[in-house]
């Protein structure tokens, strides 16, 4: 995947999740963090974890969380 397509398909995610009028306190958020992140550790940054509705309330996404450590 090229970064162009990588960047579009992040904004589009952005805006379907925080909603068009939140997209620059998202991003400015973003911004923070990676500002702030230890130097020399490397990792990855979880956004968003979502567990459809009908499945809610089961465990699945402490599982999901407990399964990313």
């Known amino acids: 995947m090229n ?3 990588a960047i579009g398909l992040d904004l589009k995610l952005v805006v379907k999740s925080v909603g068009l ?3 620059l ?3 400015k ?3 923070k963090l990676k500002k702030n992140y230890p ?3 490397s990792g990855n940054y979880l956004w968003f ?3 459809l509705p009908e ?3 089961e ?6 969380l407990d399964y990313s450590k």
Do not use: D, P, T, W
Request: glycine content about 22%; proline content about 0%.
């Open 3 to 5: 970064f162009i397509k």
């Open 21 to 23: 009028g939140n997209v």
């Open 25 to 27: 306190k998202a991003l």
């Open 29 to 31: 958020r973003e911004a």
């Open 39 to 41: 130097k020399g550790i």
């Open 49 to 51: 974890i979502g567990v």
């Open 55 to 57: 499945n809610q309330g």
């Open 59 to 64: 465990g699945m996404g402490s599982h999901l």
